[in-house]
T-cell receptor, first 112, second 114 residues
Framework: KQEVTQIPAALSVPEGENLVLNCSFT??????LQWFRQDPGKGLTSLLL?????REQTSGRLNASLDKSSGRSTLYIAASQPGDSATYLC???????????FGEGTQLTVNP | EADIYQTPRYLVIGTGKKITLECSQT?????MYWYQQDPGMELHLIHY???????EKGDLSSESTVSRIRTEHFPLTLESARPSHTSQYLC?????????????FGPGTRLLVL
């Protein structure tokens, strides 16, 4: 059974800092890994998707890496802003394509 | 393994037609979701429901509507299909919140609007 763990559970940083969110998964037989953000009371916003054959993806100030063999992914946020405050979720899609497993999220607060 | 079903699996339809994509699950899950996914692209949540008579819009703006009259059914309707609606639509369910755990996906409906 796939298990996805995110560390830390919560993070509070001053504005402007670079930060790293970590995600680990127990079964490396994944199809892809996706990072989402969730704002309070709202649905999910997709940030980045990394196919199992890829090592990293970048979008603006975000960079996500994937090391499938070790079961790890990181989300790097450069020059953090208060608007980045949200819960960040990592999710892995199994090779069958039928099951998407989410981690419990990292709650990020960026202080002005 | 997952008892979640979607029909039709494939649909080719003309512009302006009304369509309903069916999704049903027999696992007794309270939470159900609709995602839209273009080939090789991210999953985008378009609708979700946390129980009967509960529906919310997801991140990606969609002209579709959903209903949740019964726990096991979560149909998605497009009143007037357009070519821009061409995509794959995936239904999922879970017995936990979207912040945790596993969502089980149906096989998807591939929609082509001419």
């Amino acid at each position: 059974k796939q298990e996805v763990t995110q560390i830390p559970a919560a993070l509070s940083v001053p504005e402007g800092e670079n930060l790293v969110l970590n995600c680990s998964f127990t079964d490396s037989a994944i199809y892809n890994l996706q990072w989402f953000r969730q704002d309070p009371g709202k649905g999910l916003t997709s940030l980045l998707l990394i196919q199992s054959s890829q090592r990293e993806q970048t979008s603006g100030r975000l960079n996500a890496s994937l090391d499938k063999s070790s079961g790890r992914s990181t989300l790097y946020i450069a020059a953090s802003q208060p608007g980045d405050s949200a819960t960040y979720l990592c999710a892995v899609l199994e090779t069958s394509g039928s099951r998407l497993t989410f981690g419990e999220g990292t709650q990020l607060t960026v202080n002005p | 393994e997952a008892d979640i079903y979607q029909t039709p699996r494939y649909l080719v339809i003309g512009t302006g037609k009304k369509i309903t994509l069916e999704c049903s699950q027999t696992m007794g899950h309270d939470k159900m979701y609709w995602y839209q996914q273009d080939p090789g692209m991210e999953l985008h949540l378009i609708h979700y429901s946390y129980g009967v008579n509960s529906t919310e819009k997801g991140d990606l703006s969609s002209e579709s509507t959903v209903s949740r009259i019964r726990t096991e059914h979560f149909p998605l309707t497009l009143e007037s299909a357009r070519p821009s609606h061409t995509s794959q639509y995936l239904c999922a369910s879970s017995d936990r919140t979207v912040l945790q755990g596993t969502q089980y996906f149906g096989p998807g409906t591939r929609l082509l609007v001419l």
